[in-house]
Antibody
Framework: QVQLVESGGGVVQPGRSLRLSCAAS????????MHWVRQAPGKGLEWVAV????????YYADSMKGRFTISRDNSKNTLYLQMNSLIPEDTAVYYC??????????????????WGQGTLVTVSS | SSELTQDPAVSVALGQTVRITCQGD??????ASWHQQKPGQAPLLVIY???NRPSGIPDRFSGSSSGNTASLTITGAQAEDEADYYC???????????FGGGTKLTVL
């Protein structure tokens, strides 16, 4: 079965960096786009970034572009999120999510079909 | 980027039908999908595409769309359906994704 296991969260001071990992299993990791989504305490879900199946394309939410970098190692079935210049507003549970795209009837649509359990990042002095 | 708008809270009597809506310009181009999130848990996909349910999701959950509005309907709501529900879709650029603010469903 599909499993996504995030790690690397913790408490970090403002201005510092942190790298999150997401270990994937149960599916052909190198065939799927992957996302990071975050959720601040008591708040809603916020999309962070997506990376193509081979790592050749990356897109970021405007508020995180330039500070966060998404990457993947298909040989290790692992997704990463490098977070630099962290600010208190980055405090959140960070989820990795698998993308699936289906096509039919002349249209394609994508959705997050599996989620990890999340890892908490707290930015505080 | 686009925004998706959801009502913050909705309530339904046990066994009755409830509709949760999601509005946004991007929904005229892209299907919404819907995720259920219970306290302390990760989100769980419940509806995707035109009206598809992942394996294991009860058939009381259904989805529909009209113009710039997507809807999640729960027919015969159960106590275990009490949760936060989020819609999402690609935004108008096609390269970013956006979530609605979430709807807290209370089953009375």
């Amino acid at each position: 079965q599909v499993q996504l296991v995030e790690s690397g969260g913790g408490v970090v001071q403002p201005g510092r960096s942190l790298r999150l990992s997401c270990a994937a299993s149960g599916f052909s990791f190198s065939s799927y786009y992957m996302h990071w989504v975050r959720q601040a305490p008591g708040k809603g879900l916020e999309w962070v970034a997506v990376i193509s199946y081979d790592g050749s394309s990356e897109y970021y939410a405007d508020s995180m572009k330039g500070r966060f970098t998404i990457s993947r190692d298909n040989s290790k079935n692992t997704l990463y999120l490098q977070m630099n210049s962290l600010i208190p507003e980055d405090t959140a549970v960070y989820y990795c999510a698998k993308d699936r795209t289906d096509c039919g009837g002349g249209a394609c649509y994508s959705y997050f079909d599996y989620w990890g359990q999340g890892t908490l990042v707290t930015v505080s002095s | 980027s686009s925004e998706l708008t959801q009502d913050p809270a909705v309530s339904v009597a046990l066994g009755q039908t409830v509709r949760i809506t999601c509005q946004g310009d991007s929904l005229t181009y892209y299907y919404a999908s819907w995720h259920q999130q219970k306290p302390g848990q990760a989100p769980l996909l419940v509806i995707y595409g035109k009206n598809n349910r992942p394996s294991g999701i009860p058939d009381r959950f259904s989805g529909s769309s009209s113009g710039n509005t997507a809807s999640l309907t729960i027919t015969g709501a159960q106590a275990e359906d009490e949760a936060d529900y989020y819609c999402d879709s690609r935004d108008s650029s096609g390269n970013h994704w956006v979530f609605g603010g979430g709807t807290k469903l209370t089953v009375l």
